[in-house]
T-cell receptor
Framework: NAGVMQNPRHLVRRRGQEARLRCSPMKGHSHVYWYRQLPEEGLKFMVYLQKENIIDESGMPKERFSAEFPKEGPSILRIQQVVRGDSAAYFC??????????????FGEGSRLTVL | AQTVTQSQPEMSVQEAETVTLSCTYDTSESNYYLFWYKQPPSRQMILVIRQEAYKQQNATENRFSVNFQKAAKSFSLKISDSQLGDTAMYFCAFMDSGGGADGLTFGKGTHLIIQP
């Protein structure tokens, strides 16, 4: 049973380009969370999605960032017109049902975005 | 909003020693969950131990145990017989009993180094 898969593991972009990060949750999981980890910081919540629904995006910057979790395929975190401050590790976590075991989130290994 | 504070940016102990990592939190909720996550150099987030606030008994998982002081809003992690593989970042995290509209709230982490 494969774990949460994130790709790419490392992504380098120049300022102004777009970054797309993908997350495939564990098999049978229909809930996905995205977190961002800045250097020397803990993880900060960005967005919580179910299939075809954004449940909570209170942690998402108002501009340039968007997320989706389509009926088929991985969840995607999209950052448009990247700036140096977007450089961070982006983690995806999944859970089967949101409140079955609170906090029982399974994390991927993260995608490290570097903006030049 | 909840906050989680880890006041020790870095700790270093000798192999086989016991080490305690501190964590305090602030919340107006009466029921919630607390967690310790480990992030080794591979960067994957691994759940170490979980505590439900309504349970007075401190959680234990093999060499890992917590000292949960609800009135003081303190949740420290004790690692006994520390091993080289315990070297990692350790994050304390909080989730309210509703599953948390924003998932987990993390502290900034403590970098634990186990010396041979």
């Amino acid at each position: 049973n494969a774990g949460v898969m994130q790709n790419p593991r490392h992504l380098v972009r120049r300022r102004g380009q777009e970054a797309r990060l993908r997350c495939s949750p564990m098999k049978g999981h229909s809930h996905v969370y995205w977190y961002r980890q800045l250097p020397e910081e803990g993880l900060k919540f960005m967005v919580y999605l179910q299939k075809e629904n954004i449940i909570d995006e209170s942690g998402m910057p108002k501009e340039r960032f968007s997320a989706e979790f389509p009926k088929e395929g991985p969840s995607i975190l999209r950052i448009q017109q990247v700036v140096r401050g977007d450089s961070a590790a982006y983690f995806c976590a999944s859970s089967p049902v949101r409140q079955t075991i609170p906090g029982e989130l399974f994390f991927g290994e993260g995608s490290r975005l570097t903006v030049l | 909003a909840q906050t989680v504070t880890q006041s020790q940016p870095e700790m270093s102990v000798q192999e086989a020693e016991t080490v305690t990592l501190s964590c305090t939190y602030d919340t107006s909720e009466s029921n919630y969950y607390l967690f310790w996550y480990k992030q080794p150099p591979s960067r994957q987030m691994i759940l170490v131990i979980r505590q439900e606030a309504y349970k007075q008994q401190n959680a234990t998982e093999n060499r890992f145990s917590v000292n949960f002081q609800k009135a003081a809003k303190s949740f420290s992690l004790k690692i006994s017989d520390s091993q080289l593989g315990d070297t990692a970042m350790y994050f304390c995290a909080f989730m309210d009993s509703g599953g948390g509209a924003d998932g987990l709230t993390f502290g900034k982490g403590t970098h634990l180094i186990i010396q041979p």
